[in-house]
């Protein structure tokens, strides 16, 4: 019996002890859902959710539990919303072959066959068992976000609570010497520490080797780092002799020179503090008190290297800070004895926690009331305005957020003296990592953005091998110069409110939440419009037609230059080329974006009646360009006449036409006019061109030799063709000159006024060495003298019968 009721009590307590053991699951269960089957996926997520249930509803979990829980959370999101999307992928095929089948038959109709009533059957099986796991996965990923958003209002609490907790104020004397005698005993148990640690460290003759090795860790790090820094500074860094270094040049020295100065004696003491915690030489309360160092070391180190980098006190011309030339110097000082109170007082605060097991309330107090005055005084001692010139640090703005600083910095020790210390704390770290975070972005973005100017601007370094390789243009590169810009901005800001808010107190995983709710996007009408789809979608659009662009300028510049083509041909293939791209650009736009094509030719279905009616004319132009280009009519390069235009094709694209004249002005003739009107063309099968010359002679003049010294010039000239030959014609007898033409064959138009003007020069010539006259119009006027008083006939009554008389002119009048 006794045994019996032993073993009911030993039940009953196992059973109590039950709910007070959390179960544990695989953290690495999530990794291994994919392979899984839905069942055990949906399970998996179920007990975690019950998990976060049962740990929130008890005792208040510790933080770091707290963030096992979330990414449990976070777990369930993302193996949920796989499971979701699985679901709908296996949607798609399902309804599309019930679609396939059609509606079941009506009351009336014939039956459909036991097979396709079978299959239906099945069909809808699958979609129901489809829904049903879409439904779930849906369910827990709402579960599981709740539950993301509780944990997120337990945290806010407890900060909430940590920050206004109300200490003794310092204002009391009582409070001070408490907190002094506080002062006292942790003082002695700091300097205990070390003495401790020498008592039961390991001898030199016992751990030679571990001595050793921290010894040459150190000596390893010196001799390695030391010529680095050398050659980074004198490569890289801040050159005296440089009197007007570039923007870009005065960046990457700020960055060397802030690296090189900290990061030496950083990698020595790491490595120092390292090998001697790592060979157990340091340990206890002493080891926690170097690590402690050690961070408070590298904070100052990294603060005061790369401020002094950044003002430059020494060298103006390097400076990026816009500041005066004496508020250099000044800001440079306070923001190294800054750095230093801050280290200090962040490593006494440590020192202090280390050595007691809990703070002693006094003295935090005290503690903290003292560094936050301190610290704000000296955080007011940059923010005066002969440091900040209005005009380069913002304008009308910078004054405001001055007022701003000096108000926040007064607030953060009045709290603490009314006896919220902690709220004053958390209220100066807050504004130096805001500040410290606005300034490594403000930093980010000056070299990112100067890369940007040095690759896409025109006048930039690097821009002119990026052209050669890919074919970019000038504007197109200012295009993406702007945007690109504009992008980073964006992304920087975006980042910069993250951390911030992250900063002053919301939690990470709501943050997550937020963030994943609004990269999924939202429903607007059916249309889910995410965001990160759409950027998705218009970075495989740009990378598209930067692809297009390189294969257009490889084909234009190295692939059809050694061919037989000629030039227009050439051209029509790389604008083919490019128009296909583009389309092919916006297809994997669209479908990056997840866009259902059918819906869209729906869409543009219905309004291809309005867009024709208002846009039939550019319609019409895009079209006769895709003629131009497969039929040829004209290419590049050809000497077209056109209704009012001559001059030389320069470009086809889409809408229009390009002529150039010959007074280097360009004519945009729209593409429908160009087939629609006729056009000739000087160089459709081939650039060769016939010239014609006239030319008079005098009646009485020698045909024959007049015939030999016109082919004579021509036959003398040397871009005159030999086949086909020049030939002279006897066209006419003129009114006051014998016509002859001289027809010659250049081989190319581009010589046709060069040769037309020679060949006119060299037949005046040859006719003046020959005698030959080139006569001008001749008129002879007859004046005939009718007796007085008669009228010529046909004259009127008031005919003047006066005589008159007029001679002709001499022989050869006016030509």
Known sequence: MRRLARLCLALLIAAAAVPLTAPQLDPAWAQAAPQQPFAQRSGDWQRNLELVRQELGGVPPTPERIAQL?????????????????????????????????????????????????????????????????????????QARALLREISRLQQRELTERLMHNFASPLQPATWVTAIGQAVDALQKLLQAPLEWWREAPSLEERAGAYLLALLAFVLALVLGWPLRLFLKSRLGRDPEVTAPSYGRRLLATVVDGVADFGLPLVAL?????????????????????????????????????SRAALSPHLPEWRIVPTSPDGAVHLANRITLFALVLVGAGFAYRAVEIVSPVFPEALQSVMLTVFLIVNAVLLMGLLPSRFWPDSATGGPYWPFARLLGWILLAAAPATALAGYANFGAY???????????????????????????????????????????????????????????????????????????????????LLNLWTREALEGFDVGGLTISPIDFLLAVAVFLVALALTGLLKNTLSERILPQTRLDIGVRQSIVAGTGYLGVI??????????????????????????????????????????????????????????????????????????????????????????????????????????RIIVRVGVAYGSDTQLVHDLLLKCAQEHADVLKVPAPYVLFRNFGESALDFELRVYVRDTDYFLTVGSDLHFAVDRAFRDNGVTIPFPQRDLHVVNWPAGAAPPGAGPAASTTPSRAEAGPEGGER
């Open 70 to 142: 979330q990414q449990n959370l976070n777990d369930v999101v993302q193996v949920a919303a796989a499971a979701e999307a699985d679901a709908q992928a296996a949607l798609i095929p399902l309804r599309q072959e019930l679609d396939t089948l059609g509606p079941a038959p009506a009351e009336g109709e014939p039956p459909e066959l036991p097979e396709i009533v079978q299959a239906r059957k099945e069909i809808q099986d699958s979609l129901a068992a489809q829904e049903a796991r879409l439904r779930q996965a849906q369910l827990a990923q709402t």
């Open 270 to 306: 790491a490595a120092l503090a390292w090998a001697l915690i790592d060979q157990g030489l340091l340990s206890g309360i002493f080891a926690d008190l170097v690590e402690a160092a050690v961070r408070a070391l590298i904070v100052f180190l990294f603060i005061a290297g790369i």
């Open 427 to 509: 209220l100066l770290s807050r504004i130096i990592a805001v500040a410290l975070l606005a300034g490594a972005a403000l930093l980010a973005r000056a070299i990112l953005r100067e890369l940007m100017e040095q690759t896409l601007r025109p006048e930039g370094r690097w821009f002119a091998g990026l052209a050669r390789y890919t074919g970019l243009g000038e504007q197109t590169g200012r295009v993406l110069l702007f945007w690109s810009a504009l992008l980073l901005d964006l992304l920087l800001i975006l980042g910069f409110v993250y951390v911030t808010l992250n900063l002053v107190g919301v939690p990470t995983a």
């Open 584 to 689: 092919v650009a916006i297809l994997l736009g669209i479908g990056a974006a997840g866009l259902d094509l059918s819906n869209i030719a729906i869409v543009a279905g219905a309004l291809s009646v309005g867009i024709g009616f208002g846009l039939r004319e550019v319609v019409n132009n895009f079209v006769s360009g895709l003629l131009l280009l497969i039929e040829r009519p004209i290419k590049v390069g050809d000497w077209i006449v056109t209704a009012g235009h001559e001059g030389m094709v320069k470009r086809i694209s889409v809408r229009a036409t390009e002529i150039e004249t010959f007074d280097r002005a360009s004519v945009i003739v729209p593409n429908s006019e160009l087939i629609t009107q006729p056009v000739t063309n000087w160089t459709h099968k081939n650039r060769v061109a």
